[in-house]
T-cell receptor, first 115, second 112 residues
């Protein structure tokens, strides 16, 4: 069965320090993987996506993620956190099902950035 | 701005009532998805339409229904509302079936 596990429900970092949000996936297929960010009372914004081209994917706002098939991981990183990065982050895998594709969401990681 | 629009932004209603949420997908997108986000259940997929036809169903209650119109906008109808239906309802759209989904800003529903 396809699934996504976000290993931390909450992460706190100081402003200017690196961010690491962890995501492991389980998929029988070659997966399409995504990271979305949700700021308070806002919709989900696409940060980046992996669709089997390069294993290191660069996204918006300085975020990037590396697809590691051997570890079934797709961790999200940023070299230096900014206060505006405080939000909830969702790891998503897209899987084929009954003639279409559906998103399976992780449970989310809430990132707190300390001044 | 994703290009997906949802109306209304906020909705307050009473138990037993019926409401309609509206979604306009990005220009050129054929597929529309509806999701419910609540504190206790997280993000739940409700239903997907593709070019006017229902394509996939998720955890959608029988009291809820949706449709996609010829101009590709979609409506989600929620009836016999209960307190537990209070949530954020998101619409997303994609160009085709395997494409990336882009989310609207959501409609926050409060049932009193």
């Amino acid at each position: 069965a396809q699934s996504v596990t976000q290993l931390d429900s909450h992460v706190s970092v100081s402003e200017g320090t690196p961010v690491l949000l962890r995501c492991n996936y389980s998929s029988s297929y070659s997966p399409s993987l995504f990271w979305y960010v949700q700021h308070p009372n806002k919709g989900l914004q696409l940060l980046l996506k992996y669709t089997s081209a390069a294993t290191l994917v660069k996204g918006i706002n300085g975020f990037e993620a590396e697809f590691k098939k051997s570890e079934t991981s797709f961790h999200l990183t940023k070299p230096s956190a900014h206060m505006s990065d405080a939000a909830e982050y969702f790891c998503v895998v897209s899987v084929p099902t009954s003639g279409t594709y559906k998103y399976i969401f992780g449970t989310g990681t809430r990132l707190k950035v300390l001044a | 701005d994703s290009g997906v629009t949802q109306t209304p932004k906020h909705l307050i209603t009473a138990t037993g009532q019926r409401v309609t949420l509206r979604c306009s997908p990005r220009s050129g997108d054929l597929s529309v998805y509806w999701y419910q986000q609540s504190l206790d259940q997280g993000l739940q997929f409700l239903i997907q339409y593709y070019n006017g036809e229902e394509r996939a169903k998720g955890n959608i209650l029988e009291r809820f229904s949706a449709q996609q119109f010829p101009d590709l906008h979609s409506e989600l109808n929620l009836s016999s509302l209960e307190l537990g239906d209070s949530a954020l309802y998101f619409c997303a759209s994609s160009r085709d079936l395997q494409e990336t989904q882009y989310f609207g800003p959501g409609t926050r529903l409060l049932v009193l």
